[in-house]
């Protein structure tokens, strides 16, 4: 992805390891932002390459977008972009039960910068909320290309992941911004709905029966901006619906049934 970076634009900055683009920044990093193997959580000092919140108030960051490599047992070529936290237990890096902030709108201009024209065979869709980082008060989100190392390599799909990148940034389309829960982990139904709506926090089926009232508090106050609505799947367990709609009861959130 570096390469295609730096074919659009991106150079050295007065920075060491920062590339620019006019008023986009551009951070190549070394390491791993979240753990190959699961539920290994590096102890203190902090394991990120560098604290986000700090850089972020330094160089006037709003939102970062991590470039990033996906990885799935099925190998099924993809484009995704997604939210991260835990909504248990912390299996791939960050904190227990705890989510990342996420800008909702620029995540949707890049998934719909993902769909105009993607490479043959690639299944581009949302994902729901996992994985690390989950700390930092500055939103971000994922943008990935998968789920092997064929695509990994694959130059023109990684070319095509950093334009659309580029592309949803630069975008300044707004849509109402949402929160979902259930359905699988590749969101297909919120997927379609990403046209018309901006999903933040997605919960899947599979993490439903972690939800508190305080885990539901973090998905609406860390998704950036006002929501407008909360949807959710049908095929929902009715124990798992019940109790998601009266937390958005309390709350005083209004939930769709999809």
């Known amino acids: 992805m570096l390469k295609y ?79 991260t936290g835990n909504f248990g237990k912390a299996i791939f890096g960050g904190r227990n039960r705890e989510l990342q902030y996420v800008i909702p709108n620029p ?41 092997s190392l064929t695509q990994w390599v694959d130059e023109d799909v990684c070319g095509y992941l950093v334009k659309s990148i580029l592309k949803g940034i630069e975008s300044t389309e707004k849509a109402k911004i949402a929160i979902g829960f259930g359905g699988g982990h590749y969101c297909p139904k919120f997927s379609v709905m990403e046209r018309e709506h901006a999903f933040g926090h997605i919960a899947a089926k599979y993490a439903l029966p972690e939800l508190t009232e305080e885990l539901v508090g973090q998905m609406i106050f860390k998704t950036k901006g006002k929501i407008e609505k909360a949807f959710i799947e049908d095929g929902v367990k009715g124990v798992d619906r019940r109790k998601v709609e009266s937390i958005l009861n309390e709350l005083e959130l209004e939930l769709e049934r999809i």
């Not at 539920?39 to 850089?55: A, G, M, N, Q």
Request: proline share 9%; charged share 20%.
């Open 5 to 83: 970076f730096k074919e659009m634009g991106f150079s050295e900055s007065a920075r060491t390891g920062i590339l620019c683009r006019d008023n986009l920044l551009l951070m190549p990093i070394e390491r791993l932002i979240v753990p190959e193997e699961e539920y290994k959580t590096p102890k203190e000092p902090d394991p990120y390459p560098v604290d986000y919140d700090i850089l972020a108030k330094e160089l006037d960051i709003s939102y970062y977008v991590v470039a990033s490599r996906h990885w799935s047992i099925s190998g099924q070529p993809s484009l995704t972009v997604h939210a």
């Open 107 to 147: 995540m949707r201009n890049v998934f719909m910068a993902l769909q105009v024209d993607p490479p043959l065979g690639f299944q581009v869709s949302l994902e729901a909320t996992h994985h690390s980082p989950t700390q930092f008060e500055t939103p971000m989100f994922f943008a990935e290309v998968g789920s």
